[in-house]
């Protein structure tokens, strides 16, 4: 069970909010050593994070390929994040287009904009240090991400961002100080917890408080947002282009992946602290449960491991 949330005015978060943004934000351009080279044999993504973790196919690897398979992973893990905040910052201009421009709550979504805006270019900084190249989405996602910003709406906006903001968050405070972790990661994903705190913490506030005036068909889409939403992160997070960059076997990587009782695990825990805060909010039932299930991120054991 999630410590209940208690939400304040929303005038009054914003507005605490924008005076932290002024007191701690960071310009990636200048605030990481991007001339630094990379450190050798170090990785991209801890180890135990790494889809084949803990797997006998693990075991077969050498260094070498356990690093490249941890640099393809952060560069597809970053590419998802890019594509996810893009589509986040057209829906926070959708949002300020409509609404009062002399509010803190406008102010705030303006400044939560700039902060994406400059993540993405520190996500792109980094993928181009690491050598590139960024993943792609294929046609459904690709075409789906335009379409999203135009139809979704209500405390469905505030789902999808969690969804993405935090998982990324509980993954990243796991990447960010571990000590095989290559300088350039540490520090993006330092800036990018920092700053996504904030995010969070506004979007479970709205969302709470536009929980309680949507309709039941505006909770129906909500629910299934929650659970498609998990489903598909996951998803993409795993995908088997990764292992064909890496030079691996990738109908076997895939298998022992999907086999993986660590990783699923891992992801499990990433997933549970919103899926504990959106099960409070009536969002994880009824029917939309399987898209958890199916993810292997919930906890009733069914679809786990
Ligand atoms: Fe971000
Ligand atoms: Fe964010």
């Keep these: 069970m999630a410590e209940q949330l208690r939400v304040g ?29 990379l450190a050798e044999g170090k990785f991209f993504i801890p180890p135990n994070l790494v889809s084949l973790y803990g797997t006998r196919m693990w075991d077969e690897m050498t260094h070498e390929q356990r690093v490249e398979l941890s640099r393809q992973e952060m560069m597809n893990t970053v590419s998802v994040g890019i594509w996810f905040e893009n589509i986040l910052n057209q829906l926070l201009l959708r949002m300020a287009y409509k609404q009062d421009p002399t509010s803190k709550h406008v102010h705030y979504e303006l400044a939560e904009l700039a902060e994406e805006t400059r993540h993405m270019t520190m996500f792109g900084m980094l993928i181009g240090k690491a050598g590139g190249p960024a993943y792609r989405n294929d046609f459904l996602l690709h075409n789906g991400g335009k379409l999203l910003p135009l139809i979704i709406g209500g405390p469905t906006v505030w789902v ?27 520090q993006v994903m330092r800036i990018h917890v920092l700053e996504e705190a904030r995010h969070i913490r506004f979007a479970r506030e709205d969302l709470v408080r536009r929980m309680a005036r949507t309709p039941w068909y505006g909770r129906f889409v909500a629910r299934f947002a929650a659970g498609f939403g998990a489903y598909l992160l996951k998803s993409v997070l795993t995908r088997p282009e990764v292992y064909r960059r890496a030079g691996l076997d990738v109908r076997r990587a895939r298998r022992e992946a999907r086999g993986n009782a660590h990783i699923h695990a891992t992801y499990a825990r990433a997933f549970e602290k919103l899926r504990s805060f959106l099960h409070d909010q009536g969002l994880v039932k009824g029917p939309n449960k399987v898209f958890w299930r199916l993810a292997k991120v919930h906890p009733d054991g069914k679809g786990v491991g």
Aim: negative net charge; hydrophobic residues 35%; aromatic residues 8%.
């Design 160 to 186: 999808a961002t969690l969804v993405g903001e935090e998982i990324f968050d509980s993954l990243q405070r796991d990447f960010m100080n571990h000590p095989d972790l290559q300088p350039h990661v540490r």
């Design 9 to 37: 005015d929303r005038e009054t978060t914003a507005q605490r909010l924008l005076n932290g943004t002024a007191r701690k934000f960071y310009d990636p351009e200048v605030d990481i050593d991007w001339d630094a080279p």
